[in-house]
């Protein structure tokens, strides 16, 4: 598995009844290979994963395995309030044809290390399938350090990522040093992906791609490759936007930018609501500002002729 690139964790896309709009999201995962992404992550938190029931869930990994066709592997996020639940959904994720998994802690309960890598290793030990661990203990409450993950790679072969999101780059660098190349590790915060890249970080677990997928893969493509001076020209021009994926209403603010550029809308389920009133209007001022100063040289993006929902 091919852990490296820009690999969106894809929104779920809402009809106006709030039901799972599938020929939009068959049609947005083509467009992000389209633009130069390399997989796409399904059923996180920016796709709305604890509002879908475990057979929508099973459905929106159907539509994105079909809609890739085998140009990209799709990996489906597991996540769930009980270990049982979550091994249940891998292991059904795995019959739909998806290519890797990428594990969660539980939601809600937040528990020592000996239960959470009980938990994580349950769900690794489900299925074959190549495997990305999620640290994100700003979101989550559980932190999985270091040392942590290393215990874990040691005793799972399968275990192949990580999606690193605890903010602090030198995270990146800390189990890049204990483990070398046993991992793949990737950037799960969109304004430390120039900081991740620079000290080890392979691949971008992102938000913004959802709407601008050409500008985050040059964004990587520039860091990896060392070219600082174009990195650094891109992140200062896209970090406002970037910025949008790293606060609580991440989900709705996302949403907005691809309604911004044609390519979704900005429905969400509850308890989340939408943007009204003077966030929106702020949201909406810093989105077009920095559309209207899009780079000239990355207009080439292929975008909708017309709205797709």
Known sequence: MNWKGVMPAITTCFDQDLAVDHGFMAD???WLLENGCTGIVTLGSLGEGAT???EEKLQIVKTCVAAVRERAPVMASISGLATGEAVALAKAAADTGCDALMVLPPYVYQG???EMKAHVSAVIEATPLSCMLYNNPVAYGTDFVPEQIQELAQEHENLEAVKESSTDARRVSAIRALLGDRLELCVGVDDAIIEGIGVGAVGW???LAN???HESVELLNFAINGERERAFDLYRWFLPLLRMDTVPNFVQLIKVVQSEVGMGNARVRAPRLELIGEELHRTLEIIRDSLRSRPRELTRQSLPS????
């Open 112 to 114: 020592d290390w000996r």
């Open 52 to 54: 879908l029931s475990f």
């Open 306 to 309: 017309t709205k797709l929902v």
């Open 211 to 213: 709407a601008l997928p």
């Open 28 to 30: 947005h995962c083509r």
């Open 205 to 207: 677990v992102a938000g």
